[in-house]
C-alpha cells in the first residue's frame, strides 16, 4: 500500500536490484510520468512493478487491488504498508476531514490491509509509520493517532504470530 512516493521508490528499486522483486503499488492518485518512470527504473533494476489505483481505507477496493497484483505476479511474499497524508494543522482548528485524511490512511488502511492478507502465508509484513509517535510535532496529532494505531496493529499481528512483522518510524 503505497510505495510510489519517494522513499518508496528507492526501496522497491534496492529490491528489484536485490531479488528481481515484483512489486505492485497500490494508491489512490492517478498514475502519472512519475509513476511510469519509477516502473520503468525497477524493471532496469531487475525487477517488474505495477501500479494500481486503489483506496487502501476502502477494504473491498483493497481485496481487488491485492487480487489483481497476485493475477499478475503469483503469490504474496511480503506486504509493506507505506501510505501516508500529511494534513498538518493545529488540532483546535483543523476539521473532521483533515484529521480523518492523515488518521485513516494509517489506521484504516492498516486494518483493511491485515484483514486482506488474512489466509495467506507471507514472509512479512512491514510498515512504515513514523517517529512523531514518540516526538508529538505541533500540527502533526491526527498523522501521529494513525501512526500510533497502526504501530500497536502491527504489535498485536506480531504477537497473534500470523507473520513475521516489521515497524519503521521513520
Known amino acids: ?5 519517494g522513499i518508496g521508490q528507492v526501496l522497491s528499486q534496492d529490491l528489484a536490484r536485490r ?10 492518485r492517478v498514475r502519472d510520468d512519475a509513476i511510469d518512470s519509477g516502473i520503468a ?26 487480487d489483481q497484483a497476485v493475477a499478475a ?7 509493506i504498508h507505506s501510505a501516508l497524508v500529511l494534513r498538518d494543522g493545529m488540532l483546535l482548528r483543523m476539521g473532521e476531514a ?14 483493511a490491509l491485515a484483514r486482506t492478507l488474512e489466509g495467506r502465508d507471507l514472509d512479512f509484513l512491514a510498515v512504515f509509520s513514523s517517529a512523531v509517535v514518540f516526538t508529538a510535532n505541533p500540527g502533526q496529532a491526527n498523522y501521529a493517532a494513525g ?24
Open 73 to 79: 505476479f503469483g503469490p504474496l511474499n511480503g506486504a
Open 98 to 111: 483533515d484529521l480523518l485524511a492523515a488518521f485513516d490512511v494509517k489506521a484504516r488502511g492498516g486494518l
Open 19 to 28: 531479488h528481481g522483486a515484483k512489486l505492485t503499488w497500490i494508491g489512490r
Open 1 to 5: 500500500v503505497g510505495g510510489a512516493g
Open 41 to 66: 527504473a525497477i524493471r532496469e533494476a531487475g525487477g517488474d512493478a505495477q501500479y494500481l489505483s486503489a483506496d487502501a481505507t476502502d477494504p473491498m477496493a483493497l481485496a481487488s487491488a491485492v
Open 147 to 170: 501512526s500510533a494505531f497502526l504501530d500497536a496493529l502491527v504489535g498485536e499481528i506480531g504477537r497473534a504470530g500470523r507473520w513475521p512483522v516489521c515497524t519503521i518510524d521513520w
